[in-house]
């Protein structure tokens, strides 16, 4: 996270990463556009629909069989996929990694979820498990705010998954925290999961600090 810059810019001050507060800068973003706005997903069809309407075409139905494995008793008729993610980790050189289960207490969203020096190295973790229909082209998106403003975004693509018993972990793209006396306080930031029909399968609002390098 490369936001020196836009830091150095930034005098206001810093977060006091509390969830109400996390809300306001989110409504403020009045320059934002919604690309949901005015979109449709298509329609779903259960995986048994789906292997039965591509039974014709060979290329397509082996595919589908390699991505469900050896799921084929379990097949469910339900058509919305579901998601559940267990949790949440950061790794990082400091400190290894720090787990933490999700869904996150109501009474704990927006807490410091973990806390960095300046110019440090680190990823998110996450691990999930799908279920009931395939999940198509799931990518999720990571905003952070300090003093009201926007100082960074990301955003990336994980991938199709299938529904398997076992939970999927997947490691989100290195970041590197800013450095300077302006980077250093608590950052409030949103993290977004969303398939490629827009359907959102977890938002997560969350804060974490950066301290000065010993």
């Known amino acids: 996270m490369e936001v020196g810059k836009t830091l150095e810019e930034e005098a206001g001050p810093s977060s006091a990463g509390k969830v109400d507060e996390f809300r306001r800068e989110k409504e403020s973003e009045e320059s934002e556009v919604d690309d949901k706005d005015g979109f449709t997903p298509g329609p779903l069809l259960s995986l048994k629909e789906q292997l039965e309407k591509d039974?014709?075409?060979?290329?397509?139905?082996?595919?589908?069989?390699?991505?469900?494995?050896?799921l084929e008793s379990d097949l469910s008729e339900q058509r919305e996929p579901e998601v559940k993610f267990h949790s949440i980790g950061i790794i990082s050189d400091?400190?290894?990694?720090?787990?933490?289960?999700?869904?996150?207490?109501?009474?704990?969203?927006?807490?410091?979820?973990?806390?960095?020096?300046?110019?440090?190295?680190?990823?998110?973790?996450?691990?999930?498990?799908?279920?009931?229909?395939?999940?198509?082209?799931?990518s999720?998106?990571?905003?952070?705010?300090?003093?009201g403003l926007i100082v960074d975004r990301t955003q990336g693509m994980l991938g199709t998954f299938a529904p398997q018993r076992e939970p999927y972990v997947e490691t989100l793209e290195e970041e590197i925290t800013p450095s300077g006396v302006l980077a250093r306080g608590i950052y409030s930031a949103n993290l977004k999961f969303e398939d490629d029909d827009k359907r959102c399968y977890m938002e997560l609002p969350y804060s974490f600090e950066i301290k000065k390098s010993s």
Not at 55 to 70: A, M
Not at 114 to 121: D, I, K, P, V
Not at 140 to 147: C, E, L, M, Q, T
């Open 94 to 138: 400091e400190f290894g990694e720090v787990d933490t289960p999700l869904p996150v207490n109501e009474n704990e969203s927006g807490r410091v979820l973990f806390t960095l020096q300046e110019g440090s190295r680190y990823q998110l973790r996450l691990t999930f498990t799908v279920t009931h229909n395939i999940v198509s082209g799931l």
């Open 140 to 147: 999720y998106s990571n905003k952070v705010w300090r003093g």
């Open 55 to 70: 039974k014709d075409d060979e290329s397509l139905r082996r595919w589908k069989e390699k991505l469900l494995g050896c």
